[in-house]
């Protein structure tokens, strides 16, 4: 396994940086429709107002510009990839992103988990080398985290929309999932990834379409067959019905989802002849039945807080998804997760690697294909940090005696993670 030796500071930070701005270049230089105009030594993007300067170029102490509110593309904190977010979308938009179903229970629970788990800090261990790296059915990842099927939203926050998403996942070592209904569409996001990527199938209609589809991903050369499971029904997501927010999709038909089965998914993977994943699993009960049907990855998930209201967290039902699969599927988890310590915790709990969506969203809104890269950069240093600080060196070391119930902080809600951009928040407000 690879090992990671700490680098000092300034070292990471800078190459984070030269990182940022190589990515950022080249896509001014592929004359993207995000109107970035690239030079070697600063670049300036001018619908977000992002900016990279050069090397020797004298930047303003970190306080005076956080307090002018700086949108500096020169990301230093996934903090300030999501205050970026915030300024660079639509209202509408944004409140797309970081809203729930009914009365949003469900997205501050999954929060609530995380947070009310505390990490126990072993000391006096050498962690001079740690390793993050792990694999998704068979395919090696730098870090425990890839990108979560996210749909429509993509084309609508970046023009590149789904291609820049899986270039970003790629250049930080990870993979995506990609949903049904992205653009450009599924195979340019193939066409676009360096190694096969794993598609996420919705039901929109009858089983002629749906061999049709399965036909074009295989000859897509996607690796795997991701069937959501919890969308039955689609949710009452009161913030998009207030705002007049219209979702890619809206027009399909949702009675062919509505109708989908066990015997469906069996025949599916029979169908296909490719590893299955099953996504939006939240008992142990369904657990059981997803590895007797042949799942390969159990996928625990309540789409973000996004579909079923007064929902369990996804991290509190991760040991129970855990204990039914019994080793004989892999397990994986996404909803609420937010920092490198989250994964972490995840990963104590069983979860093999985790999915982002959100941080994801504020990543492609902040900076396109360079901003993905830098988000999954920075998470890959909380995890790494976090590990070392808990006295961690692989992932493998990683159990439920690592962590311990602890009281609540603050109070849940999708952006409690990031207390810097609320303060910012309040701020502008006052």
Same mark, same amino acid.
């Given at each position: ?19 940022? *701005? ?33 090397? !020797? ?25 999501? *205050?970026?977010?915030?300024? %660079? +979308? ?14 949003? #229970? ?6 609530m988990a995380f947070e009310s788990?505390? @990490? ?60 049904? %209904? ?7 996001? =193939? ?9 996420? +199938? ?11 589809? *399965? ?16 969308? %039955?029904?689609?949710?009452r997501r009161e913030r998009d *019905? ?10 399909? !038909? ?8 066990? !015997? ?11 590893? @299955? ?12 039945? =997803?590895?007797?049907?042949?799942? %390969? ?7 973000? &807080? ?6 369990? &967290? #996804? ?43 959100? +941080? ?17 950069? +920075? ?30 902080? #603050? ?20």
């Open positions: 396994m690879k090992q990671h030796k700490v680098p000092q500071p300034a070292a990471q930070e800078n190459a984070g940086r030269r990182s940022f *701005l190589r990515n950022l270049t080249a896509l001014g230089a592929a004359g993207g429709a995000a109107a970035i105009a690239a030079n070697a030594e600063a670049a300036v993007a001018m619908e977000g107002g992002l900016r990279v300067a050069q090397a !020797d170029e004298p930047k303003p102490k970190a306080e005076t510009a956080r307090a002018a509110g700086a949108n500096n593309g020169d990301f230093n904190t996934l903090q300030e990839i999501v *205050l970026a977010a915030k300024r %660079n +979308l639509k209202p509408d938009l944004w409140i797309h992103l970081t809203g729930g179903s009914d009365s949003e #229970t469900t997205i501050r629970r999954n929060r788990l505390a @990490l126990r800090q072993r000391v006096l261990v050498n962690v001079e080398s740690v390793d993050i790296s792990t694999t998704l059915l068979g395919q090696k990842l730098e870090l425990p985290v890839f990108i979560s099927p996210v749909g429509g939203y993509t084309g609508q926050a970046h023009p590149q929309g789904i291609v820049a998403v899986v270039r970003g996942a790629e250049a930080a070592g990870t993979t995506a999932v990609c949903a049904s %209904n992205v653009r450009p569409g599924f195979a340019a996001a =193939a066409k676009a990834a360096k190694h096969p990527l794993i598609y996420q +199938l919705y039901i929109t209609s009858d089983r002629k379409w749906v061999t049709e589809r *399965l036909d074009r991903v295989k000859a897509a050369g996607y690796r795997a067959l991701c069937v959501t499971v919890d969308r %039955n029904y689609y949710s *019905l207030i705002s007049g927010f219209v979702r890619g999709g809206a027009g399909d !038909d949702q009675s062919h989802q509505a109708r989908l089965s066990w !015997d469906d998914v069996v025949w599916m993977k029979e169908y296909i002849k490719l590893p @299955l994943i099953l996504k939006g699993i939240a008992t142990a009960e369904d657990a059981e039945l =997803a590895v007797e049907r042949g799942a %390969n990855v159990v996928w625990i998930s309540n789409h973000g &807080g996004r579909q079923l209201d007064q929902g369990e &967290g #996804t991290l509190d039902v991760l040991p129970e998804v855990v204990k039914a699969v019994r080793g004989r599927a892999e397990v994986v988890l996404d909803g609420g997760v937010l920092r490198g310590s989250d994964v972490v915790k995840a990963l104590c709990l069983g979860a093999r690697a985790v999915g982002i969506g959100k +941080l994801m969203g504020y990543a492609l809104a902040a900076g396109g294909e360079p901003g993905v890269q830098r988000m999954l950069e +920075l998470m890959a240093t909380e995890i790494r940090s976090t590990m070392g600080l808990m006295g961690v060196t692989s992932l493998k070391e990683l159990n439920p005696s690592r962590v311990k119930r602890a009281s609540l902080v #603050t109070f849940p809600s999708v952006t409690s993670a990031f207390p810097w951009f609320e303060e910012q928040q309040r701020m502008m407000k006052g």
